[in-house]
């Protein structure tokens, strides 16, 4: 059985409002699905409510898209509902997946649990499309509780996701909403800003491709790839020495006679929060993010070699002078490529490797609901060469890999 709840801000906050969304949050067909797992109920009417507390403090999300004549993306805070989805399934006998926090796309698909954003409607005036959708599913002979949340990645990237995510649970729980407070309006980049030599490091932007190749090329890397599980400031920190070790794993036992993989540099996603208030302060809800290409590691079979130029890269894109440039000049390649209804190539690239890592983020353990250490934490999706790893109950230190994380760190 199915039921649908439309559910307002209460009280409503955004008085229609309109934002401007920078280049770089036009992450085109791009969503966040996240599926949250709980040992026993998740009250309706308490969820309903904290629905709405949360949109009242976050007109953002309670806004509908907009394009103007003149190629500018907004969200309008209407103050329209988020649908909220229960469904009783009677005829699980429970939770179907191990404890992969990433599915496979193919033979793992958490469709079943989603109420999915349509991103293809977004952005075009004649739909009102949510930016956001939940879904709460009750598998009735285990009684556990299963949380959607799909989230139109043009509201922001997985740390802004997590902030509201984490908002609506403590609300439910009659707890204040952590700090710092969300904050919406974000910079606007000028052609005046834009270094045209930085768009050698950009491949992603610079080899756009059509939405349909685009489209078509994700779907056979997902049919074709197997995803593969590995247990496992100015100093080095557990974040490098982890991503250095997956390299290094891959280098020495995937990759050693084979010039064309084998990883001499990657791509990172950085966080540029709280580098300077002028770019994006601490409690920014937007995509404030952006990726960064290393230096070529000077001794791929290093662990030590690969941490330590990984670090020297994040200090380097973290000046705020240098980032100005960055950013402006990915925002005006980002408009560009959206202009011309193209989506980023993130693809395989020779000697490459993609790392968003989802680390710093405790998914399961702030968006709880009241079941401390209970909660199970899933997202969807995987691409060809890129590596994603995130924060399970059992920490890293608990894995053997950790003793030789600590060699790095010393």
Known sequence: MTSTFLVYPSPPTGSNRRLELAGLDLWRMARIDNVFVYPSEINIDR?????????????????????????????????NPIPLVLFNDYDSVEWPFDSNVILD????????????????????????????????????????WILDVSWAHELGDAASCLNFSNTLSRLYQHMEPLEPLPIFERRLWKNDEIDPSLLSTMKHFRDAKPLEEMWKKFMIDQEAYDQVNLTGE????????????????????????????????????????????????????????????????KDPYSLSSIAKTIRQSIVKSRDSKFLERWLATADDAMRKMI????????????????????LRY????????????????????????ISEYFVLIQYVKERHIYQEIEMVLK
């Open 47 to 79: 969820l309903k409510e904290a629905l709405s507390q949360t949109l009242s403090l976050w007109p953002f999300i309670a806004g509908r898209s907009r394009l103007d004549a003149n190629e500018h993306y907004f969200i309008e805070m209407s103050d």
């Open 105 to 144: 796309f193919y033979t793992n698909s958490l469709s079943t649990y989603l109420d999915e954003v349509r991103v293809t409607n977004l952005f075009d005036n004649k739909n009102d499309e949510p930016l956001v959708r939940l879904k709460l599913t009750h598998i009735i002979q285990s009684n556990e």
């Open 234 to 297: 100015d100093n080095i920190t557990i974040q490098d020495a982890l991503t250095a070790y997956i390299i290094l794993t891959l280098n020495k036992y995937c990759y050693y006679n084979d010039d064309k993989r084998r990883i001499l540099r990657m791509n990172i996603s950085v966080n540029f929060r709280g580098v300077s208030d002028s770019i994006a302060s601490t409690g920014q809800i937007g995509n404030a993010v952006f990726m960064m290409l290393s230096d070529d590691f």
């Open 339 to 358: 202009h011309n209804n193209q989506l980023a190539d993130l693809g395989f690239v020779p000697n490459e490797i993609i790392v968003n890592s989802n």
């Open 362 to 385: 405790d998914w399961a353990n702030l968006v709880d609901f009241g079941y401390k250490n209970q909660c199970r934490f899933y997202t969807a999706c995987q691409v060809h060469f």
